[in-house]
Structures are given as structure tokens and as C-alpha cells.
């Protein structure tokens, strides 16, 4: 069992920049691979980034590419996601994801390939 909880959400302006951070409980956080998803009201929620245990292999949507970038801290047992440029349509609840997964380093981008969730943080940015 992992527990996760994310903190770092707020309002912006367009433009701005976060940084939300996802803390996982547990000894065996190197095992799992992270991802951070985000729904919209009325929409679904969409994968947004995703690291592999090792963090060597890296997915972006491609509404997100060159604004955000997903890091991991092992030693700290934390996921990161730093965005940039934020515009009004990354309006949206942020939920870390996570997947115990000890076969060779991927990422996985649908959220019922995910074990483990966070209950969210919200992120608003302002025009």
C-alpha cells in the first residue's frame, strides 16, 4: 500500500509558474511509476505526465510539452510537477497516480493502469 498527497495547487495568472509535489508513504517508492492526470469540470481526466521508476523514461501530453516537466526524488520519496506558462485551459483538479510495476522501466498513460491515487489539488489560472 502506497499513500499520496499532493499539495502545491493554487490560483495564477496566465503565464505564472507552480510547482505541485506529490508525497508517497512507504519504503518502496523506487518501485512505482508516477504519473500526474488532471480533470477539468465536465471533462475526463487526462493524463498529464508520467516517470518511470527510474526516471528515465518520460511522457508528456502534448498540450503540456515544453511548459511542464515531471521529476521524481527518490531519496525524498516525491514526485514533482513544475509547470510553466500556465494557461487558463490547465484549469483543472491535479491527482499524482501511482503503479507498483518491477518489469523493465516504461511509463503507462491510462488511469486504470494506475494502483494508487492522491485526492487531488486544484490548480486555476486566471486570464
Known amino acids: 500500500q502506497v499513500q499520496l498527497v499532493e499539495s502545491g495547487g493554487g490560483l495564477v495568472q496566465a503565464g505564472g509558474s507552480l510547482r505541485l509535489s506529490c508525497a508517497a508513504s512507504g519504503r518502496t517508492f523506487s518501485t512505482y511509476l508516477m504519473g500526474w492526470f488532471r480533470q477539468a469540470p465536465g471533462k475526463e481526466r487526462d493524463i498529464v505526465a508520467s516517470?518511470?521508476?527510474?526516471?528515465?523514461?518520460?511522457y508528456y501530453a502534448d498540450s503540456v510539452k515544453g511548459r511542464f516537466t515531471i521529476f521524481r526524488d527518490n531519496a525524498k520519496n516525491t514526485v514533482y510537477l513544475q509547470m510553466n506558462k500556465l494557461k487558463p485551459e490547465d484549469t483543472a483538479v491535479y491527482y499524482c497516480a501511482a503503479k507498483q510495476w518491477s518489469g523493465l522501466s516504461r511509463i503507462f498513460t491510462r488511469q486504470n493502469e494506475y494502483d494508487y491515487w492522491g485526492q487531488g489539488t486544484q490548480v486555476t489560472v486566471s486570464s
Open positions: 516517470i518511470s521508476w527510474s526516471g528515465d523514461i518520460i
